[in-house]
């Protein structure tokens, strides 16, 4: 073998072994990123078909390449699914991420230097809403929704005044940090009374908007959802977009050609799979979520946690969030916890100016419950992250009965493998003989 293709072996057996070696950690941790999900072999299954090889530029029957008739036929499933599942008029599933979906939106709906309002990033906005990011391609004014950071949730108030008062063309609510249902219903009176449109990003709470648990932004009155798919939504990575009738032609323009050339499409047949499990079990899954997100806070707070929003039974979604600046603050806590294979993630809260060592952790527990994972388990979660963070207990001894925890949870449920009795979620393949290699 020449010295370059020695060399690259090696590359790609790293690559593989890199892989494994991720497989077997997931498979032995606490899976806790409120933005993750893990999607079932069924859906996983789609993602390595041929599928992800094409182009299909263009929509069912109007495409821009020949080759397309059986990509046509699983697009046009997926689009009836999604438009059953959210009761909507019309879905666009070509966006390829929640931050290009937002893109979209912002393109479709805005002028240059129209005024927004969205939440600011320690309030829980993401940062695609941001002054920052996606609206300075329009040169938007961004103005902070005012928040209450005791009830963890837009001042409706507030938000009506200043709607009246700034006459921003796009309201957008939805979250990073979402505990509680947003006042969306209020934010659409103010909107109709100064000619402007409400945007929902339910990124993280798509799941649980399937599952008919948290809140229905389109009967509340928002002109359109966008998300990604892949949060509450156990979907493969990727977004959609759902509104009216009346918006469809400038939201599928702002999408193809706007912002999207080639979509995704093994994400599309992904996608009309991970709908169609939603379908059958969403709504088990996402009540079966909450209440393991309810358990886990009010464990965590007898556990000696400052959990936020004990006073009203701390969240109505899959998060929970601690402040934890008493106890070496966002970086050093999850960074601990990781060292226990707990996976979590450091977040900013109101009070927070800078990003840096932020005072909160956040919390998801949409993973540990598609794994089958109820209110038992997160007692016992609970009781090991006080052992890690509070009782400075010895990491190995909390990592090893994390993995014996795990044990009993390596199965994907609310899901079709589910059906078929389970096939292990992390031993799906990765094989390839290496040495096989030819030229
Ligand atoms: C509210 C919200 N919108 C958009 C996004 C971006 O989604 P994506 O990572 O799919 O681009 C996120 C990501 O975490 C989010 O929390």
């Known amino acids: ?166 006459k921003p063309r796009m309201i957008l609510l939805g979250a990073s940090l979402f505990l509680f249902p947003h006042p969306v219903r209020e934010a659409a009176e103010a909107a109709r009374e100064v000619g402007a449109r409400v945007v929902y990003d339910g990124s993280h709470v798509l799941g649980l908007i399937a599952g008919r648990r948290f809140q229905d932004p389109l009967r509340e009155g928002a002109d359109v959802i966008v998300s990604s798919t892949h949060k509450t939504f156990p979907g493969p990575q990727g977004a959609l977009i759902l509104c009216g009738e009346d918006l469809r032609s400038r939201i599928d323009m702002a999408v193809f050609p706007g912002t999207v050339s080639n979509h995704h499409l093994h994400h599309v047949a992904g996608l009309a799979v991970a709908i169609a499990e939603m379908m059958c079990f969403g709504e088990a899954y996402a009540s079966q979520t909450i209440a393991n997100a309810k358990a886990l806070a009010r464990h965590l707070h007898e556990n000696g946690f400052n959990v936020l929003c004990a006073h009203k039974g701390f969240t109505a979604s899959h998060q929970v969030a601690v402040d934890v600046s008493e106890l070496g603050g966002g970086s050093y806590v999850a960074m601990k916890l990781e060292k226990a294979n707990i996976i979590v993630n450091k977040n900013m809260l109101p009070s927070d100016r800078t990003p840096e060592n932020p005072s909160g952790i956040r919390i998801g527990v949409q993973e540990l419950t598609r794994i089958g994972m109820k209110e038992r388990e997160m007692a016992e979660i609970a009781a090991m992250m006080r052992r890690v963070i509070i009782d400075e207990e010895n990491i190995d001894k909390v990592k090893k009965d994390v993995s014996a925890l795990r044990e009993g949870f390596q199965h994907v449920h609310f899901s079709f493998d589910a059906v078929q009795n389970g096939v292990n979620a992390y031993d799906f393949p990765v094989h390839f003989n290496i040495d096989a290699f030819q030229h």
Do not use: W
């Open 1 to 166: 073998m020449r010295e370059l293709e020695v060399e690259m072996k090696r590359a790609v057996e790293r690559v593989f072994s890199a892989v494994e070696r991720h497989h077997e950690l997931f498979k032995n941790a606490l899976p806790m990123i409120a933005s993750e999900n893990i999607t079932s072999v069924a859906v996983r299954n789609m993602l390595i078909s041929d599928f992800s090889h094409r182009y299909a530029e263009g929509d069912v029957g109007r495409r821009f390449y020949q080759g397309c008739a059986f990509i046509d036929e699983v697009e046009a499933i997926a689009i009836d699914l999604a438009k059953r599942l959210f009761s909507a008029e019309h879905v666009n599933l070509k966006p390829t991420s929640g931050v290009n979906a937002n893109i979209a939106v912002i393109l479709a709906l805005t002028d240059v230097g129209d005024r927004i309002m969205a939440l600011s990033v320690p309030d829980g906005g993401h940062i695609s809403h941001s002054k920052f990011s996606a609206p300075q391609i329009r040169g938007l004014h961004v103005d902070n929704l005012p928040f209450d950071s005791t009830e963890m949730n837009i001042d409706a108030a507030r938000m009506h005044e200043d709607i009246i008062e700034k």
